[in-house]
């Protein structure tokens, strides 16, 4: 009778246990992630693809040195096996976007690798990304608001521009890394968009490594194992919290990139 007395009261105690084991493990950040940032998959999972109606060319996913439908010399993916480029036969208007929620309260920063090769040698670049009408010739980056038209250039719909092409710029461009701080953003879902407008000459504007770095606003977050939940932002509890204690910067004392 004893010894049931016992089981029954460890069988008691086991589910408590349960959950005071899963209340000891340290709750994961939701920080913003990219999915498919370095296009490793081979494909665009992840990313959504929009090309205007009535035009030509698409963007791709590519490795090697040559753009995948004309076959012309382009800088090899600068991460990984495989980037994304545009390509076309004819003019044509490309968007490549994702949507990425960003956690309230925490430091975000996107960073991006860029190039491109613009055979028409000049660049048009009119507040427009439909390729009908007057010369267009741009590649841009932007952050817009989610429910905006996915072609919206108007000042309401975009809430930054990262990157873009103007008149007098080189027609080519090396690949590039390019970073921009999200944290104003903190709090709320934006839409990422590298759009590519041609009907001058043919143009390959491409990008790789699209990532985003979350890093914490407060040591709390660094400790217990937190730390590791924000992805290759720190390499122990004492670099997280190192960064929140000098208001973003890391032990040595430069910027967190």
């Not at 490309?94 to 920063?109: N, S």
């Not at 996107?110 to 190039?115: D, N, R």
């Not at 613009?118 to 427009?128: H, I, L, M, V």
């Not at 407060?218 to 290759?232: D, E």
């Amino acid at each position: 009778m004893r010894k049931f007395r016992r089981s029954r009261t460890l069988s008691l105690l086991l589910p408590l246990l349960g959950i005071a084991v899963v209340l000891a493990v340290p709750a994961r950040s939701t920080a913003a992630l990219i999915s498919n940032g370095g296009f490793e998959s081979g494909g665009f999972g992840g990313w959504t693809v929009v090309n205007q109606a009535g035009g030509s060319g698409d963007w791709f996913v590519y490795d090697g040195t040559h753009t995948p439908l004309n076959g012309f010399t382009i800088a090899a993916p600068p991460e990984g096996k495989f980037a994304a480029t545009t390509d076309q036969p004819a003019p044509g208007s490309h968007i490549l976007y994702q949507d990425v929620t960003l956690e309230a309260g925490f430091h975000h920063r996107l960073s991006f690798t860029v190039y491109y090769n613009n055979q028409n040698g000049a660049f048009a670049t009119p507040p427009t990304l439909n390729h009908n009408g007057r010369p267009n010739q741009q590649y841009r980056v932007d952050m817009l608001r989610p429910s905006a038209p996915v072609r919206s250039v108007a000042p309401g719909d975009v809430l930054a521009t990262v990157f873009q092409t103007n008149v007098g710029d080189p027609a080519t461009m090396a690949p590039t890394p390019t970073s921009f701080d999200l944290s104003g953003f903190a709090g709320r879902t934006v839409r990422i968009r590298f759009a590519e407008v041609d009907n001058q000459f043919y143009f390959a504007a491409s990008v790789d490594n699209v990532e985003i770095t979350s890093t914490p606003p407060s040591k709390k977050q660094c400790k217990k194992g937190g730390w590791r939940t924000f992805g290759s932002s720190f390499k122990n509890q004492g670099d997280c919290v190192s960064f929140v204690a000098t208001n973003g910067k890391n032990p040595s004392g430069t910027k967190q990139p």
